[in-house]
């Protein structure tokens, strides 16, 4: 977190309860056969919340979490999916191992008191 967000309580919230998810969620996609390989990985092109695997199958996932289940599956913006899309490219490029792999683009949807939805293929990968 920059320095100027470590004073905003709300944006300390915000950043907080993102890594509550993240963590729910991968907990989650453990729960369900998937390994993790890497969570919030940055790159130039972009970042994606969680990269997992299972078999063949390597999933780019986007958490959201909310107060409403239905308000997190209607929060993944076209910018993200870019973002998520160019990140997904930065990760093959640096593991070419996985070029052999299914790739698809999740949801991992977070709200309290619930259990997490997974959206196996929300969106198809969006041009960078």
């Known amino acids: 977190m920059a320095d ?3 004073s905003d309580p709300a944006r300390q ?3 907080r309860l993102g890594l509550s ?5 991968a907990a989650f996609l453990i729960a369900k056969g ?3 390989a890497a969570k919030r990985w940055r790159s130039a092109a972009g970042e ?3 990269v997992a695997r299972r078999g063949k199958l390597l999933i780019f996932v986007e958490v959201k979490a909310r107060e409403r289940i239905d308000d ?4 993944v913006t076209e910018r993200q999916k870019r973002r998520i899309a160019g990140a997904a490219a930065a990760w093959l490029a ?3 191992s996985d070029a052999s792999c299914d790739i698809r683009f999740d949801a991992l949807l977070i709200a309290p008191r619930r259990w997490p939805r997974h959206i196996a293929a929300a969106f198809e990968e969006a041009p960078i």
């Open 4 to 6: 100027a967000d470590k």
């Open 13 to 15: 919230a915000a950043f």
């Open 94 to 96: 640096a593991n070419p």
């Open 48 to 50: 994606v919340d969680i």
């Open 21 to 25: 998810a993240e963590a729910r969620a």
């Open 72 to 75: 997190a599956a209607y929060s």
């Open 34 to 36: 998937f390994r993790i």
